[in-house]
């Protein structure tokens, strides 16, 4: 069983931070400083991993992404998208991007902790993730100019580790391995990937016997 009380706190606390991201990082990617980041006067940006209940288990909202001219095209990852002026913080950012992806009002979601910021670089992205929880049951209304699919993950089955694998796939004009998630024919890799290997460490804390 999943203690949100006890994740909120964990949340709150030191993070297991990039070292644990890197668990899942490809492994052709660098490991920027702070400074060169910095230099690179990077995109803000802001995801949310949504935890829902459904038929008594507790799971994550994953997105698959339309096919699009991007390094992003048809990727797995969570609601979330670049900062906007109208944002008054990153966490706005989540909570509209959410909104505006799948149709769940801010309103409905009760904000639990942020996770370790995470820069990507093929995008020039610094983003901010964010856990929420869904308060009550809503339908998903996917805005099909950017999602193809949604995707609910239950969280005991990415806590094992039957839900970690490795596939080749392409990069650029070349086919690497790169280290991930398997969900049915799905698989989640990269930045989406690092992000949830520092959540589902964080939430191995909060998980209680039933």
């Known amino acids: 069983m999943l203690d949100l009380k006890t994740l909120q706190i964990n949340l709150t606390g030191p993070l297991p931070g990039l070292s644990q991201q890197l668990q899942m990082s490809p492994p052709y990617r660098d490991v920027p400083d702070e400074a060169w980041v910095r230099a690179q ?76 910021p995470l820069y990507i670089p093929p995008s020039n992205f610094l983003v901010d993730p964010f856990v929420g929880r869904l308060l009550e049951p809503v339908l998903w209304q996917p805005q099909q100019a950017e999602v193809a699919e949604i995707l609910e993950i239950p969280l005991q089955y990415l806590l094992q580790d039957k839900a970690r694998t490795q596939r080749e796939i392409t990069v650029g004009a070349g086919q690497r391995t790169v280290p991930g998630f398997a969900w049915e024919a799905h698989f989640i890799w990269g930045a989406t990937a690092m992000i949830l290997e520092e959540f589902l460490t964080v939430a191995r804390g909060a998980i209680s016997a039933p």
């Open 41 to 116: 006067n990077p995109k803000e940006a802001a995801v949310l991993l949504l935890l829902f209940e459904r038929a008594g288990d507790w799971r994550l909202l994953f997105t698959k992404r339309v096919a699009y001219p991007g390094v992003h095209s048809a990727q797995i990852s969570f609601p979330g998208g670049k900062m906007e002026a109208m944002d008054a913080s990153k966490q706005q950012t989540a909570l509209r991007e959410t909104e505006e992806e799948v149709g769940v009002a801010a309103q409905k979601i009760e904000m639990l902790g942020p996770l370790t």
